[in-house]
């Protein structure tokens, strides 16, 4: 079942707040991504500027309507980098 499907069956239902949180839910999410650059030449291409390494990366995911935050934080930002 969708979300929209599950959304309906929650208004059908009588839930709004259910169906409210569960809209929010989708749509309210933040994603900050931070990465560490290399020293070697500039990439040959987009591809290698755009997907850094896990270890060169730190990773932070909010949803604002949970109150989740999780976050991933690379080596590199852990005492091995610059």
Not at 17 to 34: C, F, H, K
Not at 50 to 57: A, F, K, L
Not at 64 to 70: C, K, L, S
């Amino acid at each position: 079942m969708t979300t929209k499907d599950d959304f309906k069956q929650q208004i059908k239902a009588g839930n709004i707040r259910d169906a409210l949180t569960l809209s929010l839910g989708e749509a309210v999410e933040l994603e900050i991504t931070t990465w560490v650059s290399s020293s070697s030449p500039a990439p040959h291409s987009s591809a290698e500027l755009d997907q850094p390494t896990s270890d060169c990366q730190m990773r932070t995911r909010m949803n604002i309507v949970d109150g989740e935050i999780n976050n991933e934080v690379g080596s590199e930002f852990m005492g091995n980098g610059p």
